[in-house]
């Protein structure tokens, strides 16, 4: 069974940052590139952050560059979104999933940005 478990959000004020994990389970997690998204209150999920499967090419939101990275580590299953500077348009469940695929989500994991 295809698991996706996030973890690290939290309350934190603006200009503060916090790191999100991901780990995957149930699929060959090396062999996948793996996403993040966010959902807001009263909104749709939007594309946060994407790196390929080994981490060689990552793409972001125009409203996170310069601000957020992505990372993975495949011996342990876990892709990270760090995120710096962050503002109250940051608040968000956040959530990770596997590239090309809608349909495979973790639980999400709640960022608060707020003073």
């Known amino acids: 069974q295809v698991k996706l478990v996030e973890s690290g959000g939290g309350l934190v004020h603006p200009g503060g940052s916090l790191r999100l994990s991901c780990v995957g389970s149930?699929?060959?997690?090396?062999?996948?590139?793996m996403v993040w998204y966010r959902q807001a209150p009263g909104k749709e999920r939007k594309f946060v952050a994407t790196i390929s499967r080994h981490g060689d090419f990552v793409n972001f939101a125009d409203s996170v560059k310069g601000r957020f990275a992505i990372s993975r580590d495949n011996l342990q299953n876990t892709v990270y979104l760090q995120m710096n500077n962050l503002n109250v348009d940051d608040t968000a469940v956040y959530y990770c999933?596997?590239?090309?695929?809608?349909?495979?989500w973790g639980q999400g994991t709640q960022v608060t940005v707020s003073s």
């Open positions: 999933g596997i590239w090309g695929d809608d349909d495979t």
């Open positions: 149930g699929f060959d997690f090396s062999t996948e590139g």
